[in-house]
């Protein structure tokens, strides 16, 4: 009668914890995750991209003035602009050595454990940029925007990593969005940041890089209260007890038996979990594939053009006749525009799926790029022609976030299995800041060269990265990270031996599990 009782409120007690979360899988806590880990993560990126416009002259005031008292005489405008150039651009540099770091602190540290220690760098990074000028250093700044670098580069490679490791397969996308919404914010708020009736002044400019040691402490005080990686918990560290909770705390249920099969089914067919090196992963075979399919995803990223929008934005508003001053409070619109097509992405991206949204995203792009490259040569024909060309900037900013600006920081951590993952993010990282700093390099030249019509060097990459998409990717929503590597067999070759080495390899541990239940020594990976 006891243990009748006993079960019958062990279900109830699961009913209710049930009833908190959505039948679409969201709960409080994986909500709370999401939203913290993303605030101090890909904000303070997408805050730190945009940032740096607004203050451009007072910065140059500030490197020149220092100059003169250090040195007795001004800066020379090549040596000035050569200064100006290194500051903005070695944050991709900074980028690319936290892409680097990533792998080796996600495997020691935990997903969670680098968010936390990235925060560190953010708050450095913070002191110096807003301290540089009453220490009268701008070594301080360049060294600040480095670090800040290193941190971008740190969290978006850790957080979507998290955030693909923590969501239930059915919501996996749209919580893997909130990466890219809160990029976008954070663009949004660093251009607002930037107006003259707030920090946009020269004796407030230094407090716009102050600000940014805020979303860093609000993630340093709240993710301690959160659960680690339920498959980083059960796969790399094989702590079962551990893995268990944080999945019943971000599902909001009690049993969780099917989740840990799941998570278990996938260490059955790696045989076992031995997280491989970026030499390692470009010498296996069956995902090369991926490898290459990640690489260009996240190049086309970088090389779709939103940086060359931004620079004709501005232009083609003076083109129409508007007053110099109104034009900052106009281009808001842009950052608007970017919040709203990464949050319709973020609701709709688990009915439509990613291929159609990527895929259809570049091609849309593309499309905008031709119609834009026709009306900027046709401005002058008539006064409404520039209406047209700034319309057309709305339309490339809403088909890059729509997709390609958030879904492939998803698939990076959907295409391989979690032996794999920590090293595709490297190749991933390395890949996206080496692309960024190559157009912060070579764009001026492009349009040195092409003028307006730049942008059908971007209308080629984005079409490009359509097709190959569209012949090469197959699409993952709603599938296990297993059943994802699977759609790659095919294209890479290695089908039937693989499933050979996998049934092979699972009679083997079946074997050794068996053997060793009798002896009265189960792994704790297969009690569970």
């Known amino acids: ?81 050569l200064m100006w150039s290194v500051t903005v651009s070695i944050f991709a540099i900074g980028g690319l050595l936290g892409a680097i770091v990533v792998s080796p602190l996600v495997k020691l540290l935990g997903r969670k454990g680098t968010l936390l220690l990235n925060n560190i760098f953010a708050i450095v990074a913070s002191l110096l940029l807003a301290l540089g000028e009453v220490a009268g250093s701008f070594e301080m700044l360049i060294l600040g925007r480095f670090i800040i670098g290193v941190d971008g580069g740190i969290a978006l490679s850790a957080l979507p990593m998290y955030l693909g490791e923590i969501s239930p397969k059915q919501i996996r996308g749209a919580v893997g969005q909130i990466n890219s919404i809160f ?163 973020g609701i709709i991206i688990e009915h439509v799926g990613r291929r159609p949204l990527l895929i259809g995203g570049f091609g849309a792009m593309a499309v905008f790029y031709g119609l834009l490259t026709i009306f900027l040569n046709l401005q002058t024909k008539a006064y409404w022609l520039p209406y047209l060309s700034f319309g057309c900037i709305i339309g490339v900013i809403a088909s890059f976030c729509i997709g390609p600006g958030g879904i492939p920081f998803i698939l990076t951590g959907e295409l391989f299995e979690q032996s794999y993952r920590p090293a595709a993010f490297m190749i991933a990282g390395i890949v996206t800041w080496l692309t960024n700093f190559a157009v912060g390099l070579l764009f001026p030249f492009i349009q040195e060269a092409f003028g307006a019509f730049c942008f059908m060097v971007f209308a080629v990459l984005c079409l490009a990265g359509a097709i190959f998409l569209y012949f090469v990717l197959p699409e993952t929503k709603g599938k296990t990270f297993a059943e994802i590597s699977q759609s790659f067999s095919k294209i890479n070759r290695v089908a039937v031996s693989t499933t050979k080495e996998k049934m092979e390899c699972v009679a083997a541990k079946k074997k050794v599990e068996n053997s060793d239940t009798e002896n009265g020594q189960g792994n704790d990976i297969t009690e569970m």
């Open 1 to 81: 009668m006891g243990q009748a009782e006993k079960t019958n409120n062990f279900e109830n007690e699961d009913v209710n914890d049930g009833s908190k979360s959505t039948n679409q899988g969201w709960t409080c806590r994986l909500v709370i995750a999401s939203l913290f880990g993303a605030f101090g993560s890909s904000y303070l990126y997408g805050y730190n991209l945009s940032v740096v416009n607004a203050p451009t002259m007072y910065v140059k005031e500030f490197y020149n003035r220092t100059w003169n008292d250090r040195y007795g005489q001004p800066m020379e405008a090549a040596s000035l602009t």
């Open 183 to 345: 990029i976008c914010v954070g663009v949004f708020t660093g251009q607002v940041m930037g107006l003259p009736e707030l920090l946009g002044q020269e004796s407030r400019w230094n407090y716009m890089f102050g600000i940014t040691m805020v979303p860093a402490l609000v993630q340093l005080l709240t993710l301690p209260f959160l659960p680690e990686s339920p498959r980083y918990l059960l796969l790399e560290k094989q702590d079962v007890a551990g893995a268990e909770k944080a999945l019943q705390a971000f599902l909001y249920k009690k049993d969780v038996s099917k989740e840990l099969e799941e998570v278990q089914a996938e260490y059955r067919a790696q045989c076992s979990i031995h997280l491989v090196s970026m030499i390692e992963l470009f010498k296996t075979p069956s995902v090369r594939w991926q490898i290459i399919t990640a690489s260009v995803t996240m190049g086309c990223y970088q090389l779709c053009g939103l940086n060359a929008i931004w620079f004709y934005t501005n232009n083609i508003l003076k083109e129409a006749g508007l007053e110099s001053d109104q034009i900052p409070y106009i281009t808001l619109s842009t950052g608007g525009v970017e919040i709203l097509a990464a949050v319709v992405s």
